[in-house]
């Protein structure tokens, strides 16, 4: 008797434990993301930041990408904000839990051509609090080496279109597989997000 007894707790035991891992892993996976906004963006070093057109630039900066152009290169620099929401803030049944990124591996489309890939260097935490966390992704690439057959003024106008004045990110799109820690361990989404700036992924 004593014996099934302490079969049946055990039985209890394991079910709540089992129960318990569902919804953490259940509860970590309801993290979402979106597309926020770029800035600090250069051309050939140069801040394209407040300009909206070719007019926008002095002849020296004009000088400085047609040469960049004809080595070869059209490098750019720029910040990708990535907002990060975290639903588990303890309302509709679910635990207030914290999630912290632990990798967040990405590639950057731009107008469907990827661009570049990459992760964070060091883990981010998302609170429970229902409130976005700004993942910043440092982006450093030669346009030129994505898109070929454009000239100068082509890829200047597509810098501008992200980087310029009333710039914003519909051009770009993030794929991103990330990798949650947990008590019981990390736990990898079993497939890559698509994150865009039209709504937050799920």
Excluded: H
């Excluded at 801040?47 to 900066?61: A, H, M, N, T, V």
């Excluded at 450093?140 to 057959?149: E, G, H, I």
């Amino acid at each position: 008797m004593k014996k099934l007894l302490y079969f049946v707790v055990l039985l209890i035991v394991f079910s709540n434990l089992s129960c318990s891992i569902y919804q953490t892993i259940s509860n970590l996976s309801r993290l979402k993301f979106k597309l926020a906004n770029v800035n600090s963006f250069t051309v050939s070093g140069i801040d394209i930041s407040g300009k909206s057109s070719l007019q926008d630039f002095s002849p020296f900066d004009i000088l400085k990408f047609t040469q960049a152009v004809a080595g070869g290169k059209f490098p750019v620099t720029f910040t990708l904000n990535v907002e990060a929401k975290n639903p588990n803030d303890g309302t509709g049944g679910y635990p207030r839990t914290d999630a912290t990124l632990k990798s967040f591996p990405w590639r950057l489309l731009l107008d469907d051509k990827e661009m570049i890939t990459g992760n964070i260097a060091d883990a981010i935490t998302v609170p429970g609090t229902g409130e976005t966390t700004m993942i910043p992704l440092q982006i450093s690439v030669d346009l030129l080496q994505v898109f070929k057959d454009k000239g100068y003024e082509s890829l200047l106008n597509l810098a501008l279109s992200l980087g310029g004045k009333g710039g914003s990110t519909t051009k770009l799109a993030l794929f991103a597989k990330p990798t949650v820690s947990s008590p019981l361990g990390d736990i990898t989404y079993p497939g890559e997000l698509k994150i865009i700036d039209a709504a937050f992924s799920d």
